[in-house]
């Protein structure tokens, strides 16, 4: 079976506004009999205004009022606007869901009918029924803007040009149950129409109409038909297209049917004509919003249209319709003849065909289920199917030919479509097996073949040519030289036809590739037709009776240095000698490094003739310069450099920290590491200074550190913990440990002032002091018992002694309030309360740590605030 699913035919969001609550409508007419006046007739004229079922107050109109205007000048009739009553109120709802839809939303809408009677007198081309109100609901997917939108409803009715002495009833719209459509699901509604005479009808999606007064509220006056205006509408929809590609109406049924889109209100407009003996005797149409249900779900069977596999045999099979929770089996029939083992109960399953043919396939989901659903379509196999196509062409000058060299193992090749990608034209099309164009513009063109057979096999190929102004003269050269006594072959590499001017000692003229041998310098010319596409190009030929050749002149450069050799000549190939110290000695240009006083040879050619020169490359030592060792200072130290060298003159670099850069033993007084160079010249010949280093390592500076002042008991031994530098020494050794460690052990029997010395393996040193008082007690936290902000004493500072971990220290006011707290002893309380001076007065205190042998100490006492 198939599952009608989808959204809400028309489903109202909360009511918005006073206004925004339409959801559709539709004009019909039902002839009555004859008018009380001669060439008249009655019409009960009806209009079916759709609501949101919520809507309420000024969104309910007692009354409609509907302009009648003439089809032939769109004058309004005498008495238009007409003035309608309502005769019908009813509240319709979706009264029995269907079981197999999980999850669907409440369908419900309002249809009020405003009806009366009408008498026309006839016309040759009738009239134009005109209904107009703002506004349509918010929010329209398929609008935009989709806010303050107004409708038009509208119908025509034929006069007697097409009705001749008879009479006519419109069709009316059936008024159905509404039915719900899910998101992305496959849907299909019956939106046809009856006619009482018998009539065709043809039914089309078409532009809905707006109301030129917008958002102004409640009915609006009637305009003639052709001032009424179209909603716009979003991106990706349009009049015909209302529900985007994927869904469409059925011209002759009335069925709207597809893949519903994305959850939402969409305003669709059906159109709907009305036939006799060929003629259109009346048209109107019908506007309405489809509400698509983004919740809903349902399980259902979608197999797209038809399958054609022209590769091989192996086919993949998968359900089109979304994912649904409700779809719980598959059962899936390959269709091969007289098997019954083509089956499968997997989701996506694949099956490889034993041979080529027409195969109707079958998916049954939830079989032998309530909800089940069921699809069927066809498989066509026949691989082989190979899509190719040929062009040739060579300029703007000639049309281009298009072959199709597709082949099909089975069927024929019966389909053609060519585009040849000319942006100029919109007649660069073909449905030709083989065509040609002539482009108008020069370029790069995209062409596109798409070729079918006659078992339903289709592929699209392209390829992309350069259409030329004229075609290319592909010459090996344009412009060379050669001895009076050569023989030269001029080249040219691609299709075409030539001929080579003057005829000037000159072999076969009319190939592509001559030989020529002038005497004197001569230009050939070759005129080129390459499939009617005519180019020219040439060919300059100098000719000498001799090498011209200067190897150029002697000079000097350092030893170890390179030298790029530049002679003056015009030979075509080069050879140079010694190779030993060159870089590709056939280059006219090569790099030389010689390693002594060299002379180079060069033979220049030009074809048979040649001529040969040299060069000598004098070399020369580079000026003597040895800037000294390498040394090593202390931070805020000097160092005394000793170079020498082997020239006539010297600079130091850099000199903002040397004394006596003027010397060879200048005094260097870096703070960081410092290179320095020593550059030497001198007269020999050689341009360029000696260089030579010297690096002065500075050592970083020594920032000794001995350790905070402390206190300890008696008995408790204090490990100290220096640091600074690589190495240590303690004096006095007295009660340590080791005095030649950075953190030794004190056991002291009184107090005791230590001096470290942290120093460097180079001699770099610094000295602190650590101090060291010693309580004769046991392990105990002191606090003074008075203290003066203002005076020597400033803070409230504990004194842990023996203490190896400091825990707390608080202090209370008389009302017990907390005034300060820490846990560093170093810090104190300084009279103070979030920056208010305190009182003078006692205050409690109370601390707390471990001493160094495990014990907790807690200590409690009063301290007295002077002012």
């Not at 489809?290 to 359900?319: E, G, H, M, R, W």
């Not at 002539?438 to 390829?463: M, P, Q, R, W």
Request: net charge neutral; proline share 6%; glycine share 8%.
């Amino acid at each position: 079976m198939r599952i009608i699913y989808g959204l809400l035919l028309i489903l109202g969001l909360p009511w918005v506004a006073s206004a925004r609550h339409i959801k559709g409508g539709e004009i019909n007419y039902q002839y009555i009999g004859p008018g009380s006046t001669a060439n008249s007739e009655r019409y009960q004229v009806t209009l079916r205004l759709f609501l949101e079922c919520g809507a309420s107050g000024n969104q309910l109109d007692a009354e409609a009022n509907i302009g009648v205007f003439r089809n032939s000048d769109e004058i309004a009739v005498s008495g238009s606007p007409f003035s309608f009553p309502l005769t019908g109120d009813e509240f319709i709802n979706l009264t029995a869901p269907n079981p197999c839809i999980n999850n669907p939303s409440p369908v419900c809408y309002r249809l009020r009918t405003y009806s009366r009677e009408i008498e026309l007198t006839k016309t040759e081309l009738g009239y134009t029924f005109v209904f107009q109100r703002c506004c349509r609901i918010n929010g329209l997917v398929n609008l935009s803007p989709n806010t303050n939108v107004g409708s038009s409803y509208t119908c025509k009715m034929g006069g007697t040009d097409v009705l001749g002495i008879g009479s006519n009833s419109s069709p009316a719209f059936a008024i159905k149950d509404t039915v719900l459509i899910c998101q992305y699901r496959p849907f299909t509604l019956d939106f046809s129409a009856t006619d009482t005479n018998g009539d065709s009808l043809s039914y089309e999606f078409c532009d809905a109409y707006t109301a030129l007064q917008n958002g102004q509220g409640g009915a609006i006056t009637p305009v003639p038909p052709s001032q009424i205006g179209f909603v716009n509408y979003s991106g990706g929809f349009d009049g015909t297209t209302p529900m985007g590609a994927g869904v469409r109406i059925d011209p002759k049924t009335g069925l709207i049917s597809g893949i519903a889109p994305g959850g939402g209100d969409y305003v669709i407009s059906v159109c709907v004509k009305e036939w006799r003996n060929g003629k259109v005797l009346s048209e109107h149409r019908k506007d309405f919003n489809l509400k698509v249900d983004q919740f809903c779900d349902l399980a259902a069977a979608s197999l797209a249209p038809n399958i054609t596999n022209c590769d091989n045999y192996l086919q993949f099979f998968q359900n089109e319709a979304p994912p649904s929770t409700l779809t719980h089996t598959y059962f899936w029939d390959f269709g091969v003849p007289g098997l019954n083992s083509d089956t499968s109960t997997q989701s996506a399953p694949n099956y490889t065909y034993a041979d080529t043919g027409t195969y109707t396939i079958k998916l049954i989901i939830n079989r032998g289920e309530q909800c089940s659903d069921s699809a069927t379509t066809q498989v066509r196999i026949y691989p082989g199917f190979f899509p190719k196509m040929n062009v040739q062409g060579a300029c703007i000058q000639t049309p281009y030919t298009y072959s199709d060299l597709s082949t099909a193992r089975y069927g024929v090749i019966n389909s053609w479509n060519w585009n040849f990608g000319d942006e100029t034209s919109a007649d660069d099309v073909s449905t030709k097996k083989n065509d040609s164009w002539l482009y108008s513009t020069v370029g790069f063109k995209n062409v596109i073949l798409t070729v079918s057979s006659s078992k339903g096999c289709t592929a699209t190929i392209d390829t992309t040519i350069e259409v030329k102004l004229k075609p290319i003269v592909n010459l090996g050269f344009r412009d060379t030289l050669i001895c009076s006594i050569d023989t030269l072959q001029l080249v040219i590499n691609g299709p075409g036809n030539y001929q080579w001017t003057p005829a000037y000692n000159i072999i076969n003229p009319g190939v592509a590739s001559p030989l020529v041998y002038p005497k004197s310098t001569t230009t050939y010319y070759v005129a080129m037709n390459d499939r009617g596409c005519i180019n020219n190009d040439s060919v300059k030929i100098r000719v000498v009776d001799e090498v011209t050749l200067s190897a150029g002149p002697d000079t000097t450069i350092c030893l170890t240095d390179t030298i790029r050799l530049n002679p003056t000549t015009d030979g075509l190939k080069y050879s140079w000698t010694p190779t030993s110290t060159l870089l590709n000695p056939t280059s006219k240009n090569p790099l030389a490094f010689p390693s002594s006083t060299t002379t180079y040879s060069l033979l220049a050619s030009i074809g048979k003739c040649s001529k040969q020169d040299e060069v000598t490359i004098n070399t020369v030592p580079y000026p003597f310069s040895n800037a000294g060792a390498d040394t090593v200072i202390c931070y805020d130290d000097t160092a005394q450099l000793h170079a020498n060298i082997k020239g006539i003159r010297f600079t130091w670099t850099p000199v903002s920290s040397l004394s006596g850069a003027n010397t060879l033993k200048p005094i260097a007084y870096p703070l960081t590491t410092t290179v320095y160079n020593l550059l030497v010249y001198d007269t020999l010949g050689c341009p360029k200074p000696g260089v030579d280093q010297v690096k002065v390592t500075v050592r970083p500076k020594i920032l000794a550190f001995a350790g905070n002042d402390t206190s300890v008991v008696i008995g408790q031994p204090l490990q100290l913990n220096a640091s600074g530098a690589d190495l240590y020494s303690w004096s006095p050794a007295l009660y340590l440990s080791n005095s030649s460690i950075p953190n030794p052990i004190a056991l002291l029997s009184d107090n005791q002032t230590y001096i470290l010395k942290a120093f460097t393996e180079e001699g770099c040193f610094a000295l602190d002091t650590i101090r060291i008082k010693l309580f004769k007690t046991g392990p105990d936290i002191f606090v003074p018992n008075a203290f003066v902000p203002s005076g020597k004493n400033r803070v409230l500072r504990p004194i842990p002694v023996g203490i190896a971990q400091f825990e707390f220290f608080r202090v209370y006011n008389r009302m017990g309030q907390l005034v300060f707290q820490s846990s560093n002893p170093s810090y104190g309380w300084d009279g103070t309360i979030g920056g208010y001076l305190q009182g003078s007065g006692t205050y409690v205190w109370v601390a707390g740590g471990i001493d160094y042998t495990g014990k907790k100490i807690l200590r409690k006492g009063t301290a007295i605030l002077v002012r």
